[in-house]
């Protein structure tokens, strides 16, 4: 049975991991004729800080945007891509985790692939890579770890 793909997820951070998964996804949105949708999910302090009012979600949006720019140089007008941005932890919401972010916004966006870094480098604080066992875990779509 040929696998049909109309919508690839790929969750970033912001790390040069990040780029490399979306590197990726763009290719299987490619292969398939696909739109690639990248969500920037936002680190535990970045999350704090929004729902503490400390910082801005314009303040995110800013930073999530800046990096968008390097997504849409790697899609390189190969692949439609959409953004979005994911708070990756809740002080209010006790199940709200990245993996669970993640997953959330692949059901919400009706994804057929998911693609997710699995190490994000030397920074201990980086959020997909504690998300990417439960993504492999849980997810009901074919799932790609780089």
Do not use: C
């Amino acid at each position: 049975m040929p696998l049909d793909v109309d919508t690839v997820l790929v969750p970033v951070d912001g790390g040069a991991e990040s780029v490399n998964a979306a590197e990726y996804a763009v290719a299987i949105a490619e292969k398939y004729d696909a739109t690639l949708h990248a969500l920037f999910v936002a680190g535990e302090q970045v999350s704090r800080r929004v729902e503490s009012g400390e910082v801005s979600e314009d303040a995110v949006a800013d930073q999530s945007e800046a990096f968008a720019d390097d997504l849409r140089a790697v899609a390189d007008d190969r692949v439609p891509l959409d953004v979005s941005i994911a708070l990756g932890f809740s002080t209010t919401r006790k199940m709200t985790h990245p993996g669970s972010v993640i997953l959330d916004a692949a059901d919400d966006l009706d994804a057929d692939f998911l693609v997710v870094p699995r190490e994000t480098g030397d920074d201990s604080s980086a959020v997909l890579e504690k998300a990417a066992e439960y993504v492999l875990l849980y997810a009901s779509q074919p799932v790609l770890s780089v």
